[in-house]
């Protein structure tokens, strides 16, 4: 049996007698921890007040950018300027409060709620003591690992799309819809417009991957949840700053931030690619760097909660 | 299986059927901040034993547990649990193994259901398609049926206990641990989970139970082992134990001095006269003889008895009457 379990050296034939269909049975297992993980995290209430926040964003700009211009003038300085927020363009098109909404939840309402969820994944298990029995169930902490870490990249692109379809919806309801302007001044047709807007959604969601990386690798050094989502969401508003202060700009193309708002060059024409291109791989770089280091951490923790 | 003495425990024999299912050989386990938990443990647990895990509070029950299911590793020392070195093996041995230690983890917004699904689901070796079927019948043996929808957080500490030993017995187990089972439950409860015990340990199971209920562990447990200060005292049947702290020879007689005399005179040693009984040591010869000494010499008995000493006595005997948690 050892054959088909590398980790269960001198396996003896008596402990499992498994078909030959385990490994095709043992992948639909993987599959079913996930998909009890994602169940249990989107049943949470904290979770889905995070989303229900995320989801009041776009109405809230929503609304303030209409009452804004209920007397028909044109909202923000310049007019139709465009610009990374594209404030000023909503009142044309709805589908501008897409792009505005992420702009405006990008720097901390978002990865905020991915620091919550990811401090909380392993470090809220071991508060409650739930880690140990998953862990004697046995979940395997590599599995167990990677299970939190697919849960809460599935949590980031679930909040992104909460946002921007709450957006659209709200654009919809209050803005005309219709073709729009790019950044560099080209007409595109709202089908296009709409692709764009999936697009930078995704490329949002992916910005969001070092937070969680860097979240799940905290949650792994402590037993208290609140402690872990607390140094989460710190260290985001300490690497916000740093990437503010001039003096550092030797460091701040390593600053997880430092890219996020690049997904505005997915409205220019052509699409500009090299900063969206530098914020995955930065993105990658820390998935690598805080996924080997939560992996190194938590496989060979002593759990005692 | 047999004897299984303190200093020299058995060593498993090759054979799968009488290897032991729990063998510690020096384990030992210092805590980070420097405590030495477990001293030197060499435990043996024979197959089909229902093996009572004694000692006093800070013992290191928990902490040998924790290092038998793997959970922390052993500053040194080995552990093999059904044959095979922990915790390395924690794949292939933890899905046989049902566990409760240091009470109850549920998530409190989810049902007691799906608590049980949760955990099953985080067994790789369980079926999803039989989950249903397997998180019914666990939670109808602890007798949660009824209270199966409701949320984990507005159970009671026994309704928690008994989701506790459900997620234990999702699966058939050849080893079940139990940290204290019996914690926070009525009497109905641990008057089932002594029913339980025995009905799994009939069916083979063996069953590793840690309990400060001592007339709780000499009803169910075969043998027992006992620990303090992280050290491991004795172990083996849990007869010999008892019988390690020597029974009483009593004797039942209106004519107290005489039976006294007699006794002495019969090699009962520390013979003690309270009111109309005659207690002492037992002596090596046959009992038979003493008896007839008696009533040759004209002591009207009413009755004579070996009193088995209670586990209770071999455990105070053995850890001290001090109160005070050991540092
Ligand atoms: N996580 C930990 N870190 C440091 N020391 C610990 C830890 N857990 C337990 N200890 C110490 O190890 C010793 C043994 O504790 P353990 O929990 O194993 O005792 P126990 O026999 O289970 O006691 P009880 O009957 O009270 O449950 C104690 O001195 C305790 O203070
Ligand atoms: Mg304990």
Redesign the pocket.
Same mark, same amino acid.
Request: net charge neutral; no cysteine.
């Given at each position: 049996m050892s054959r088909a379990d590398p980790s269960a050296p001198q396996g003896r034939g008596e402990l499992r007698e498994e078909p030959q269909t385990a490994r095709t049975r043992r992948t639909t297992f993987r599959a079913s921890l996930l998909g009890n993980e994602l169940l249990t995290t989107f049943r949470r209430w904290r979770t889905l007040a995070l989303l229900a926040v995320l989801a009041a964003v776009p109405v809230l700009v929503g609304i303030a950018v209409k009452v804004e211009t209920g007397d028909g003038s044109s909202a923000g300085p310049g007019g139709g300027g465009g610009g990374p927020a594209f404030l000023s363009q909503i009142t044309n098109n709805g589908l501008f409060l897409v792009f505005t909404a992420l702009a405006a939840t990008v720097p901390f309402f978002l990865p905020m709620a991915v620091g919550v969820v990811a401090g909380d994944a392993l470090a809220g298990e071991a508060n409650s003591g739930t880690l140990r029995y998953l862990l004697v169930a046995p979940a395997g902490r590599g599995r167990l690992l990677l299970t939190k870490y697919a849960t809460v990249v599935v949590f980031c692109v679930t909040a992104t799309l909460v946002v921007a379809v709450s957006a659209l919806t709200v654009g919809a309801l209050l803005f005309p819809l219709g073709d729009l302007t790019t950044i560099s001044g080209t007409r595109i047709g709202f089908a296009e417009g709409l692709g764009r807007a999936l697009l930078i959604a995704l490329a949002v969601a992916a910005s969001l991957i070092g937070v969680a990386a860097l979240g799940l690798f905290v949650s792994t050094l402590t037993g208290s949840g609140i402690a872990a989502m607390a140094t989460t969401v710190g260290l985001l508003i300490t690497v916000q700053i740093l990437d503010q202060i001039p003096q550092l700009h030797a460091l701040q193309p390593y600053l997880f931030s430092h890219y996020w708002l690049s997904f505005a060059d997915l409205m220019r024409e052509p699409v500009y690619w090299d900063d969206l291109t530098k914020n995955v791989e930065l993105q990658a770089l820390y998935a690598a760097v805080f996924g080997s280091a939560a992996w190194a951490r938590f496989t060979t923790k002593?759990i005692?909660? | 299986m047999g004897e299984v003495s303190a200093t020299e425990p058995e060593q498993g024999g090759t054979g799968a059927g009488d290897e032991p299912v729990i063998a510690t050989r020096a384990l030992t386990?210092r805590?980070? *901040?420097g405590?030495?938990?477990?001293d030197g443990l060499d435990l043996t647990v024979p197959a089909g034993s229902v093996f009572g895990f004694l000692?006093?509070?800070?013992?290191?029950?928990?902490?040998?547990?924790?290092m038998l299911m793997g959970l922390i590793e052993p500053t040194s020392g080995t552990a093999r649990v059904l044959g095979q070195p922990m915790p390395r093996a924690t794949r292939a041995v933890l899905p046989h193994v049902g566990a409760l230690i240091?009470g109850p983890a549920l998530y409190g917004f989810l049902s007691g259901r799906d608590n049980l699904v949760r955990y099953d689901s985080a067994d790789p070796a369980a079926d999803p398609r039989t989950r249903r079927a397997r998180v019914a019948a666990a939670l109808d043996r602890v007798g949660l049926t009824a209270a199966a929808g409701k949320k984990a957080k507005a159970y009671s500490l026994g309704m928690k206990q008994r989701l506790g030993l459900a997620a234990a017995l999702l699966q058939p187990r050849r080893l079940l641990v139990l940290?204290?089972p019996t914690n926070g439950l009525d009497p109905q409860g641990m008057r089932e989970i002594r029913t339980l015990v025995r009905e799994l340990a009939s069916d083979g199971t063996t069953v590793f139970l840690?309990s400060?209920l001592l007339d709780e562990i000499e009803q169910v447990c075969t043998h027992a082992a006992v620990?303090a200060q992280?050290r491991l005292i004795t172990q083996g049947p849990v007869a010999e134990l008892s019988a390690g702290a020597r029974g009483r020879l009593a004797v039942t007689t209106p004519d107290t001095a005489e039976a006294a005399r007699v006794l002495k005179e019969q090699g009962v040693g520390d013979v003690v006269v309270t009111d109309d009984r005659v207690t002492g040591e037992p002596p090596d010869r046959d009992l038979a003889e003493v008896t007839a000494a008696l009533v040759t010499a004209g002591v009207r008995v009413r009755g004579l008895t070996v009193e088995r000493a209670s586990l209770e006595d071999a455990f105070v005997a053995l850890t001290g009457e001090g109160f005070d948690?050991? *540092?």
């Open positions: 002593d005692t909660a | 386990k805590y980070r *901040g405590q030495l938990a477990v000692g006093p509070n800070g013992s290191g029950k928990t902490t040998t547990i924790r240091e940290d204290e840690s400060h620990m992280g948690v050991a *540092g």
